[in-house]
């Protein structure tokens, strides 16, 4: 078993849920963040030369980037789904535009459905 | 490839962003969480307060950068002079494999 740890765009939920529940793993939970990737160029930044506001940009430069509003989508999938909903979620989220997010992919030891009791790979059949 | 979950004390986020910003770690997801730990919450009088806001950071890295990571959060995050009760916990897991959307590449398989 496998946990996808992937890193979204708020507005591109809707794509992934509906990718996902296609990839056969209908099963996830998401929670809202805050996040900022390698963060070469700071649109705050940008902005503030243009308008010629230097003094605003000698005081942003302390902080880095700021941080923006990201989905946390955690999925736990056996392993021979992994590929699968790897590249649902790449294409559903795919734009080409740095800020499409991140997945990463973590090994489970185990997992148990607190209603029935069933264990690793039983805990997880959805159907 | 290891991702780092610390749990920090809210005040003390900024200043440990700005560590890792500045140790060269840019990357962070931040996320608002409430926990205990095994002092089993902050007891005032007769009220006990078992879920004290916290806040959680989430980064990965790779494994060579991993000791430095640690080293920078623990630095950053400690309050007073020898460190405190609540100061948080820094988790370390392993991560298989790594993907940007936005080139829809594998950027490091174990």
């Given at each position: ?127 | ?42 007891k005032v009088g007769e009220i006990t307060y078992d879920e004290l806001p916290k806040e959680m950071l989430m980064l990965v890295v790779d494994d060579a950068d991993k000791d ?43």
């Open positions: 078993m496998k946990q996808i740890v992937a890193i979204l765009r708020v507005d591109a939920m809707n794509r992934t849920k509906a990718a996902l529940v296609q990839a056969g793993v209908a099963g996830f939970f998401a929670r809202k963040v805050l996040g900022r990737g390698k963060g070469r160029v700071d649109f705050r930044v940008a902005y503030a030369a243009e308008a010629g506001r230097d003094e605003a940009i000698a005081h942003l430069k302390d902080d880095g980037p700021m941080l923006l509003p990201k989905r946390l989508v955690h999925v736990v999938v056996p392993d021979e789904k992994v590929q699968l909903a790897v590249s649902a979620i790449i294409e559903a989220n795919r734009t080409g535009q740095p800020g499409d997010g991140r997945i990463f992919v973590l090994p489970v030891t185990d997992t148990v459905r607190i209603r029935t009791g069933e264990r690793a790979e039983a805990a997880l059949r959805e159907d | 490839m290891a991702m780092i979950q610390t749990v920090v004390r809210p005040e003390r986020v900024h200043a440990v962003m700005k560590a890792l910003l500045d140790a060269g770690f840019p990357a962070v997801t931040k996320m608002d969480v409430f926990g205990r730990g095994k002092q089993r919450g902050l430095l990571v640690i080293e920078t959060i623990i630095k950053s995050a400690r309050t007073g002079a020898r460190g405190a009760y609540g100061d948080g916990k820094i988790f370390v897991l392993p991560v298989e494999a790594s993907y940007t959307v936005s080139s829809g590449t594998l950027d490091g398989a174990k």
